[in-house]
């Protein structure tokens, strides 16, 4: 009986040591050993690992991304003025290979160290060289590129292998009598701002106005260039038809003129040849034959060849280099 109760004895302390031993990594997450205060080398990933109970230790660390959250952080502006940021968070992650030495130097809860009173120091920092004004509005936006910036540049000589993804800044807490002054001034900004909308949409419609002015001044003048364009081909249309005309005429008239002259130089030269002595001659017996006077008397036969019988031409000759004249004879 007693040696039952002794093998039992020895399982159940087997069992609770074996249960002591065996232990769980999650992932993401990377095991260090501490046995008897000191940390040891060896390191463990994700899964069941056994370790000597109640000698060995363990801590897990995350190795993947994670939010640190500093609350209430207390902030003196450089006008003397108390204000306190609710809460600001750090997205860091730290490299699996980084692990031992930081947890070496800055133990597991290294975050502390390294990040919350580091936030706490550069927040201060900020805001001692900084007005209310400047750390509520004008700067607020900068609070969390410059916390950034300020941790980044310490980590990675203080702890490389621990990076940080982003800060997050809330509104930090001001006096109510101070807020509600903001809050005035702010009421007061945003009239303005509607006041300057209101006259900036006025301009742009008395623009649109201008350019529609523009538009259709420009459309009017552009109408009557083209009329009056249309309007001097026109004319310049009808005044080559004009000149052609005027050419075709004086063309015509030429040709006519030329005509006119030749016919009367070829009546002139038919005239000349016609008008000899014995066309001449004939003419005049037309002429007398077709008389219906009479006349009676010795001398008429006279008369009429003296008046219409011309005389012979005369012969021109010469005597002793001078010209002489001999009379034609008469009948």
Do not use: W
Request: aromatic fraction near 6%; charge should be neutral.
């Amino acid at each position: 009986m007693a040696n039952n109760v002794a093998n039992g004895a020895i399982l159940v302390i087997l069992c609770a040591m074996i249960s002591l031993s065996i232990h769980k990594v999650d992932e993401g997450h990377v095991a260090v050993y501490y046995r008897g205060g000191a940390l040891l080398q060896n390191t463990a990933g994700p899964g069941y690992h056994i370790m000597i109970p109640l000698i060995t230790s363990y801590r897990t660390v995350q190795t993947t991304l994670q939010t640190d959250k500093v609350k209430n952080v207390p902030c003196g502006t450089s006008g003397g003025v108390m204000i306190f940021f609710d809460q600001i968070e750090v997205v860091n992650i730290l490299a699996q290979s980084a692990v031992y030495e930081i947890v070496r130097n800055y133990t597991a809860d290294y975050d502390r160290a390294l990040i919350f009173n580091k936030v706490h120091h550069e927040l201060n920092q900020f805001c001692s060289v900084h007005s209310l004004q400047e750390v509520y509005i004008a700067k607020f936006d900068r609070i969390d590129e410059n916390l950034k910036k300020a941790l980044q540049e310490d980590l990675t000589e203080m702890a490389p292998g621990l990076k940080v993804q982003a800060v997050r800044v809330t509104k930090p807490k001001i006096p109510e009598m101070i807020r509600k002054n903001y809050e005035m001034m702010e009421a007061e900004k945003t009239k303005l701002l509607i006041v300057e909308q209101k006259q900036k949409v006025i301009e742009k419609e008395a623009e649109t106005e201008r350019k529609k002015a523009i538009i259709e001044a420009e459309k009017v003048a552009q109408v009557s260039k083209i009329h009056l364009d249309q309007q001097i081909m026109e004319k310049e249309t009808e005044r080559q038809i004009s000149e052609i005309e005027d050419r075709t005429h004086l063309a015509k008239m030429k040709a006519a003129t030329d005509a006119q002259c030749y016919r009367t130089m070829k009546e002139t030269e038919s005239n000349t040849k016609k008008l000899t002595f014995e066309f001449l001659e004939l003419k005049r017996i037309e002429a007398l034959a077709a008389t219906t006077k009479v006349y009676y008397g010795p001398s008429i036969p006279q008369m009429f060849i003296d008046s219409y019988y011309p005389p012979p031409p005369t012969k021109t000759s010469k005597t002793n280099g001078s010209p002489s004249v001999t009379p034609s004879p008469k009948n």
